[in-house]
């Protein structure tokens, strides 16, 4: 089925995949029945939606645009901690040697 944009006029038992979900939605799931208030405890379909509005491949590629952003950054980071840590590792294995053969 093509997750395209929500749109509130389609038919009571709309479906969307599982995947077109909003992840930031402040309640579970609805993806099966979007347009059926009756289907769905304290539900009201003009204002409760959890889909996606803009339509399901705009809304998990703004999502995995962000997920994929924050690994970037986050492993980054690991790598320049990691790079930094041997650096410091070298310069202080160096500085140890040539004090220990300076003295003897």
Request: aromatic share 14%; net charge neutral; proline share 4%.
């Amino acid at each position: 089925m093509k997750c395209d944009a929500y749109r509130p006029t389609d038919a009571t038992k709309y479906s969307f995949p599982f995947s077109c979900c909003n992840r930031h939605s402040e309640r579970p799931c609805i993806d099966v029945n979007v347009n059926s208030a009756d289907a769905h405890y304290k539900y009201n379909p003009s204002t409760d939606v959890t889909v996606y509005r803009i339509g399901c491949n705009q809304g998990v590629t703004r999502v995995l645009r962000e997920v994929v952003f924050a690994n970037i950054i986050f492993y980054g980071w690991i790598a320049v901690i990691f790079e930094v840590s041997i650096v410091v590792y070298d310069v202080v294995r160096d500085t140890f040697i040539i004090s220990y053969s300076n003295t003897h």
